[in-house]
């Protein structure tokens, strides 16, 4: 990989490797933009085959951060971190407070949380050396998953408003992809609401869990993209949206959970072309994040919900500008996002400019 040309391209602020012989520690924190504010995104743990795939994920994921924090309408920039190995070796106290004097160092321009492999106790570690760590133990915030899944409801509600002409769920049929925590909370708004659900999941318990709950269909994984259904909601695995899938699907709108719903970019082309309407998965997710970023403040769980439910306006904005401009979703989403930054940028580039002689 050609790093610099890398940042060149996309635009990235700064790549910072973490290296620390005593703990072992080897990660790499990379912020995006900081247009908006100081950069967020939480600490992945993995054990990446390369050191080269570990600083492509960081790169990628980082990027995707300032997209989903400038859509939710957060005064916050993107960044990521990855530490290389297995979490249940790498992941030590030692490891842990070493990055967070990496964090420390950087004054606040990046602020980490939990991610794939972390949890509270090791926010709590990282604590210790840095004030610029979200989700811990002291911050209030408590299982986030029921703030995520109000979110993805209010997304699909707003899904369902542009693919069917009403918000009402009601007598819908959502095909459910994957019933964690997130989804079991998304399913119970449906199931309350009136919603007929069918549900898929490789964890036999959560399926069952879901059909005694909620009254849903059980089908095998294979079958959930084929499901006579209105609504698919993919809520497991990033990639499900692809050249196999797609010809399979009957639904008329897609609203999921998952991360990185669409292979690629030309798959959500391919859903515009049908017809099929597709939330954004940055967009309709952005619960999650929302909900930690509160913390930033003194978290209020209030004040939380109430800008979660603004997931539903944002998304038929996004929705206005795709057929407004008739573009795909996807490509709405992010050009709303880099509009943003953009008129902020040039607000305080002009700022700047008036107000030289007094800040000289």
């Not at 408590?142 to 769920?169: E, N």
């Not at 964690?180 to 959560?206: F, P, R, S």
């Amino acid at each position: 990989m050609e790093i610099f040309e890398s940042l060149k391209k996309h635009e990235y602020e700064q790549v910072v490797y973490c290296y620390d012989k005593a703990s072992g520690l080897k990660a790499i924190i990379v912020i995006h933009d900081t247009t908006l504010g100081p950069a967020l995104g939480g600490l992945r743990i993995w054990n990446y085959p390369t050191e080269e795939e570990a600083l492509e994920d960081a790169l990628r994921l980082a990027k995707g951060m300032t997209y989903k924090n400038a859509a939710a309408g957060l005064n916050l920039g993107g960044g990521k971190a990855v530490m290389i190995g297995d979490p249940k070796t790498v992941k030590t106290e030692a490891a842990l407070r070493a990055f967070g004097r990496y964090v420390e160092s950087l004054n606040g321009r990046y602020i980490t949380a939990e991610d794939v492999g972390t949890t509270e106790t090791d926010m709590d570690y990282i604590h210790i050396e840095t004030d610029y760590v979200t989700g811990t133990s002291s911050g209030g915030i408590g299982d986030p998953s029921p703030v995520t899944s109000y979110g993805i409801y209010q997304g699909m509600k707003a899904t369902a408003q542009t693919a069917f002409g009403s918000d009402s769920l009601k007598g819908k049929t959502v095909a459910v992809q994957g019933v964690g925590m997130v989804a079991y909370g998304l399913c119970k708004h449906l199931h309350e609401e009136g919603a007929n659900l069918v549900v898929t999941d490789i964890n036999e318990a959560a399926v069952e869990r879901a059909v005694n709950d909620f009254g849903a269909k059980a089908v095998a994984p294979e079958d959930i993209y084929s499901v006579d259904c209105d609504i698919f909601s993919p809520c497991a695995l990033g990639g499900v949206i692809n050249d196999t899938t797609i010809p399979q699907l009957k639904a008329k709108a897609i609203a999921g959970s998952a991360n990185n719903q669409l292979l690629d970019n030309r798959h959500g082309d391919i859903l515009d072309e049908k017809g099929i309407v597709y939330a954004p998965d940055y967009v309709i997710n952005s619960g999650g994040v929302i909900n930690v970023s509160d913390e930033l403040q003194g978290y209020n769980r209030d004040r939380v919900f109430k800008k979660v439910e603004a997931i539903y306006d944002i998304l038929l904005n996004v929705y206005r500008v795709a057929e407004e401009q008739n573009i795909p979703t996807y490509l709405a989403a992010d050009k709303m996002a880099e509009q943003r930054m953009a008129s902020i940028q040039k607000s305080s580039q002009q700022f700047l400019k008036n107000n030289r002689h007094i800040l000289s």
